[in-house]
């Protein structure tokens, strides 16, 4: 069975500080994704990465595939209180199924 | 234009009802996906339709009955409700990649 493990669950940090979540499995992923979901909504796909040891930035947010494609880490810089959310890793083990796999999610609060 | 919708937006009913939620993407995409979100927050597969035709099929118990009239619709039919069955259910589409999903449909069973 493939899992993702994903850390820290919760974090709670300042305006301005920087962090990072990772995501992590024993089993290896053709793509992994990285969704944000706010309350009373559905997750929303922030970036897709496929290669190993594959970097994708989306303004202050940095994306990173591992190079044996079975981890993933977000990192954001100067974090705004419009970051607060569920974050949520997703991995596709099937082949052309697209069935996900998720991590059980990190949430983030920023104070301002 | 909302891409992918579910209705209703809420649900309330009692154990052993039948009740059904109703999911349409404007996307389209071939794909679409059935999953449930629980109290922790985790999101679970349940379903995958492609072009109509169920290809993933998730340890659901067959209470739980999908219904794809066409790729643009994918309804989600219950029976007999029990209390486990308390939950946030989300409808999905995608065409390869990243999936884009609907606003949730929170179902109480009380």
């Known amino acids: 069975t493939q899992l993702l493990e994903q850390s820290p669950q919760f974090l709670s940090i300042q305006e301005g500080e920087n962090l990072t979540v990772y995501c992590n499995s024993s089993?290896?992923?053709?793509?992994l994704q990285w969704y944000r979901q706010e309350p009373g909504e559905g997750p929303v796909l922030l970036v897709t990465?496929?290669?190993?040891?594959e970097v994708k930035k989306l303004k202050r947010l940095t994306f990173q595939f591992g190079d044996a494609r079975k981890d993933s880490s977000l990192h954001i810089t100067a974090a705004q209180p419009g970051d607060t959310g569920l974050y949520l890793c997703?991995?596709?083990?099937?082949?052309?199924?697209?069935?996900?796999?998720f991590g059980q999610g990190t949430t983030l609060q920023v104070k301002p | 234009d909302t891409a992918v919708s579910q209705t209703p937006k809420y649900l309330v009913t009692q154990m052993g009802n039948d009740k059904s939620i109703k999911c349409e993407q404007n996307?389209?995409?071939?794909?679409m996906y059935w999953y449930k979100q629980d109290s922790k927050k985790f999101l679970k597969i349940m379903f995958s339709?492609?072009?109509?035709?169920?290809?993933i099929n998730e340890t659901v118990p067959n209470r739980f009955s999908p219904k794809s009239p066409d790729k643009a619709h994918l309804n989600l039919h219950i029976n007999s409700l029990e209390l486990g069955d308390s939950a946030v259910y989300f409808c999905?589409?995608?065409?390869?990649?990243?999936?884009?999903f609907g606003p949730g449909t929170r179902l109480t069973v009380t």
């Open positions: 997703a991995g596709d083990g099937s082949s052309n199924t697209g069935k996900l796999i």
């Open positions: 996307l389209g995409h071939d794909t």
């Open positions: 339709y492609n072009n109509k035709e169920l290809i």
């Open positions: 999905a589409s995608s065409r390869g990649g990243g999936q884009y």
């Open positions: 990465v496929v290669t190993g040891g």
């Open positions: 089993s290896v992923f053709s793509s």
